[in-house]
């Protein structure tokens, strides 16, 4: 496993595999490896002949006032998992190599970015997929893997790559969860235990959603308000605080007035200091 840590050795290195007739998958992440992210490699190895893991913690996705000094961090761990997991590159960035001191050039996606998380956090998604963008330009994949916990980002992604042309196929992985349903993320390390016995509340309450969406058998009349308050409700009751419920279609992210269809319900919460996503796709 070759650890690569400038834009400049990691542009020869993929120039080279593809002149030899091999295939790239990328792994964005930002390191602090779980499961989930295994689950990516995995599904990037399915795709591709050389795989590429990126950790690098995206400095322009975060806001001021938010967690970027107290992200997780264990890069010792991270080689470790990735050498089991058979990843053939590491691609370990500086923040100076990544971001000139006087960059002027943002990618921004302007529609999908603007609800969910976008509402509360309106710099992070130009983070995204601007660093999303270098990263590409950096290691020239064939295929990229983003996982569906962070469902808007997915889809803003996808979006960004057709808008712009890029001959990039994304691929999507479904959310990988701790025992007790609680989607793994990086930040679950952040959360005390109390903190960490209440918020699978999260998932419990998207699955009991979803119930009752499915037991109203197609007739689409479960009222929208009231699958919110309930989520709501359940989500303080444990001690979380919600950042914000929506019930939206997957593709445009556009709300929906009714269950009819594919349907998401994307949910943020903050438990103590820590923010939480999760989302469900009822049919
Ligand atoms: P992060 O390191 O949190 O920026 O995540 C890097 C990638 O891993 C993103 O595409 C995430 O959506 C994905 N990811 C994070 N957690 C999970 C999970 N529990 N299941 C599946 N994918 C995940």
């Known amino acids: 496993m070759k650890i690569v840590k400038t834009i400049e050795e990691m542009q020869r290195y993929s120039c080279e595999i593809r002149r030899s007739g091999k295939s790239i998958a990328l792994v964005p992440t930002m390191g602090f490896l779980h499961e989930g992210h295994l689950s990516l490699i995995d599904e990037a190895h399915k795709n591709a002949d050389i795989v590429i893991v990126s950790i690098f913690v995206n400095p322009t996705q975060f806001a001021p006032n938010e967690d970027l000094d107290s992200y997780p961090r264990d890069l010792e761990k991270d080689f470790k998992l990735c050498k089991e997991r058979k990843?053939?590159?590491?691609?370990?960035?500086?923040?100076?190599?990544?971001?000139?001191?006087?960059?002027?050039?943002?990618?921004?996606?302007?529609?999908?970015?603007?609800?969910?998380?976008?509402?509360?956090?309106?710099?992070?998604?130009?983070?995204?997929?601007?660093?999303?963008?270098?990263l590409f330009n950096a290691t020239l994949p064939d295929v990229a893997i983003f996982g569906k916990k962070d469902f808007q980002q997915a889809a803003i992604i996808q979006r960004m790559v057709r808008d712009l042309n890029f001959p990039i196929k994304i691929v999507t992985a479904a959310i990988v969860r701790e025992e007790d349903g609680l989607a793994m993320s990086s930040r679950n390390k952040n959360l005390s235990c109390e903190e960490r016995k209440q918020a699978p509340v999260i998932q419990q309450t998207l699955q009991e959603a979803r119930s009752a969406i499915y037991a109203d058998n197609e007739k689409c009349s479960v009222n929208i308000d009231l699958i919110k308050d309930n989520i709501n409700l359940r989500i303080s009751q444990s001690g979380g605080n919600v950042d914000y419920i929506e019930i939206v279609d997957p593709i445009t992210l556009e709300p929906k007035l009714n269950f009819s269809g594919e349907t998401l319900i994307a949910v943020a919460a903050y438990y103590g200091k820590t923010r939480l996503l999760d989302n469900i796709v009822c049919n």
């Open 87 to 134: 990843v053939d590159i590491i691609f370990l960035p500086s923040v100076e190599n990544i971001y000139p001191s006087d960059i002027s050039t943002w990618v921004t996606e302007e529609k999908l970015s603007q609800g969910l998380c976008g509402t509360t956090r309106p710099t992070h998604f130009r983070g995204v997929t601007t660093i999303v963008t270098k």
